[in-house]
């Protein structure tokens, strides 16, 4: 089997699923605080999110695991680095803005879950990449703060900002993917 052309086993597929294990190796570290080499495994996680698109595109090697397998791993480490992060020294951080970052993750994979069922591709828009950026930057400088940075006070303002840039991104790239897909959700 020539693993580079299979449909799983092409690179892009590998990094995607090798970010899978780093989500798994961050919640590890970050349930027992290790919060430098949570910061190292997540930001190695983001790495390979951007690295596996760049190199699907240049290469041509696009698939349709590789389609719905990368949002669902970005999907996983985003919306359990939050949790974690809540649970682990951001107790003052209210729980509804990642209820708010869940739920919409939820929804977006439910809307293009059915568009796709639909034979209509639901790829990755602007305001979703502007959005998984965010969320990364967020998850990284609280777990900056929280390896380093406790001291600086003015970082937990930063970070506070930060996830209210995050929520409204987040619900505002739901909106738009709501928008994008209504034409099929409409249907009778």
Not at 83 to 102: A, D, Q, R, S, T
Request: charged share 15%.
């Amino acid at each position: 089997m020539d693993f580079q052309k299979s449909t799983i086993f092409n690179l892009p597929n590998s990094l995607t699923l090798f970010r899978l294990l780093l989500a798994i190796i961050f919640f590890i570290f970050l349930s027992y605080h290790y919060y430098a080499l949570s910061l190292l495994s997540f930001l190695a996680a983001s790495l390979t999110d951007w690295l596996d698109g760049y190199v699907a595109r240049k290469k041509g090697l696009l698939t349709d695991f590789g389609r719905i397998a990368d949002p669902f791993v970005d999907k996983i480490i985003v919306c359990g680095g939050f949790i974690l992060l809540i649970k682990h020294g951001y107790e003052n951080v209210p729980p509804w803005m990642v209820l708010v970052i869940v739920a919409r993750e939820f929804f977006v994979s439910s809307i293009r879950s059915y568009s796709e069922a639909r034979g209509i591709e639901f790829g990755a828009t602007l305001w979703g990449k502007a959005k998984m950026f965010v969320q990364a930057l967020t998850i990284s400088l609280m777990l900056l703060f929280s390896a380093y940075l406790k001291h600086v006070g003015s970082i937990k303002n930063i970070i506070i900002v930060l996830l209210w840039l995050t929520v409204i991104i987040t619900v505002v790239s739901g909106i738009k993917y709501m928008v994008k897909a209504s034409p099929v959700l409409l249907e009778r």
